[in-house]
T-cell receptor
Framework: DTAVSQTPKYLVTQMGNDKSIKCEQNLGHDTMYWYKQDSKKFLKIMFSYNNKELIINETVPNRFSPKSPDKAHLNLHINSLELGDSAVYFC??????????????FGEGSRLTVL | AQSVTQLGSHVSVSEGALVLLRCNYSSSVPPYLFWYVQYPNQGLQLLLKYTTGATLVKGINGFEAEFKKSETSFHLTKPSAHMSDAAEYFCAVSGRSDSSGSARQLTFGSGTQLTVLP
């Protein structure tokens, strides 16, 4: 059983389209995250939810909207995709805030390519 | 404010040689420090962490790191490299976000690609 699973793993789409990436964790964690990894491998946090409540909302275009229907799921919807949105998006989870435990559990990533 | 600098985006070592990956941090509060490893096409995995206490911390796969406050460093070492160690390594620090200001979070360095030569 995969602890943190993301779908789809690969996504190729045209500029201007809307797309979603889904994430589910079966670890019983109460905190989930979305990270963006660019082509230079730089990893930047986008959002974090704790018990379905948004606790971190970095400077991200409002075309990106996270949704957490329950503690085990955190989805990412992106409107009006742009070329610069091409990246690998990682979902992660932790029990409590990861800054204290460092125990972030990552999914395998979703590679988004915008043409 | 917090930041992490990893010196050397690519490091190559021979199998059996010492691995040294450098990490310097800046943090306005006492830091928690972490090393993560990313194998190809996979997510990141925690290697080791420093929160408080002993400054030399040991992690999985024979890696260890030493927190040196005076040097603001947290370098990762392994005495003898193995082919399976080839991966991307990320140093991370916790602290208050510049923009959110309301929750501590992890800030990652830009990563160091380790190549192990036969």
């Amino acid at each position: 059983d995969t602890a943190v699973s993301q779908t789809p793993k690969y996504l190729v789409t045209q500029m201007g389209n809307d797309k979603s990436i889904k994430c589910e964790q079966n670890l019983g964690h109460d905190t989930m995250y979305w990270y963006k990894q660019d082509s230079k491998k730089f990893l930047k946090i986008m959002f974090s939810y704790n018990n379905k409540e948004l606790i971190i909302n970095e400077t991200v275009p409002n075309r990106f909207s996270p949704k957490s229907p329950d503690k085990a799921h955190l989805n990412l919807h992106i409107n009006s995709l742009e070329l610069g949105d091409s990246a690998v998006y990682f979902c992660a989870s932790s029990q409590g805030l990861a800054v204290y435990t460092g125990e972030l559990f990552f999914g395998e990533g979703s590679r988004l390519t915008v043409l | 404010a917090q930041s992490v600098t990893q010196l050397g985006s690519h490091v190559s070592v021979s199998e059996g040689a010492l691995v040294l990956l450098r990490c310097n941090y800046s943090s306005s509060v006492p830091p928690y420090l972490f090393w993560y490893v990313q194998y190809p096409n996979q997510g990141l995995q925690l290697l080791l962490k420093y929160t408080t206490g002993a400054t030399l911390v040991k992690g999985i796969n024979g890696f260890e790191a030493e927190f040196k406050k005076s040097e603001t460093s947290f370098h990762l070492t392994k005495p003898s490299a193995h082919m399976s160690d080839a991966a991307e390594y990320f140093c991370a620090v916790s602290g208050r976000s510049d923009s959110s200001g309301s929750a501590r979070q992890l800030t990652f360095g830009s990563g160091t690609q380790l190549t192990v030569l036969p």
